[in-house]
């Protein structure tokens, strides 16, 4: 999988929103961004994965830049409870129909929300 | 939908003993893996199960070893403890593997 780089600590203020940036500038082609959070002593949280196209849910958007070497995370309406350590992780394709690499976590960026 | 489910949360052990972790994945999910989570380390990937078997696996000793039911349900077991494997242990499940993983609250076990 490919490497990843994140900043390390963010703070945003509540109700606003929250752009968290990743770099993945050796992105294979057949890779998928994805984004977890882990919210301290729970285990992590699955937010969003995208290809090339940008992706919306019901917690989150991903913009992917058009060379895929950056994305970037934006909670639209930051919340107390949106405080957690957040990581970017870029893995193969989930129907490349090979085994299951594990997730490869790096530092991610703390991101604090500020009352 | 029920979650990932990990037994026991909380767990005590002596240095040398043995350990058996317990994941009950999302049901219809039928692939399982395990993470290790320490201060020092943070999340690293331990192995992979689908299907009862083993397709991946991490770069951690002998000591530990897993295994998954034909109910998906999968152990983790630790052998001959030390200090040094004192972390909270995080099972997650997927459909396939390769899809989004869906973790448990996790496992602390602490070697004394």
């Known amino acids: 999988d490919a490497k990843t780089t994140q900043p390390p600590s963010m703070d945003c203020a509540e109700g606003r929103a929250a752009n968290l940036p990743c770099n993945h500038s050796?992105?294979?082609?057949?890779?998928?961004v994805y984004w977890y959070r882990q919210i301290h002593s729970q285990g992590p949280q699955y937010i969003i994965h995208g290809l090339k196209n940008n992706e919306t849910n019901e917690m989150a958007s991903l913009i992917i830049t058009e060379d895929r070497k950056s994305s970037t995370l934006i909670l639209p309406h930051a919340t107390l409870r949106d405080t957690a350590v957040y990581y970017c992780i870029v893995r193969v394709t989930p129907n490349s129909g090979g085994g299951a690499d594990g997730l490869t976590f790096g530092k991610g960026t703390h991101l604090i929300i500020q009352p | 939908k029920a979650g990932v489910t990990q037994t026991p949360r909380y767990l005590i052990k002596t240095r040398g003993q043995q350990v058996t972790l317990s994941c009950s994945p999302i049901s219809g999910h039928r692939s399982v893996s395990w993470y290790q989570q320490t201060p020092g380390q943070g999340l690293q990937f331990l192995f992979e199960y689908f299907s009862e078997t083993q397709r991946n696996k991490g770069n951690f000793p002998g000591r530990f070893s897993g295994r998954q039911f034909s109910n998906s349900r999968s152990e983790m077991n630790v052998s001959t403890l030390e200090l040094g494997d004192s972390a909270l242990y995080l099972c997650?499940?997927?459909?396939?593997?390769?899809?989004?993983?869906?973790f448990g609250q996790g496992t602390r076990l602490t070697v004394v």
């Open positions: 050796t992105i294979s082609g057949n890779e998928y």
């Open positions: 997650a499940s997927s459909p396939r593997g390769n899809t989004e993983a869906f």
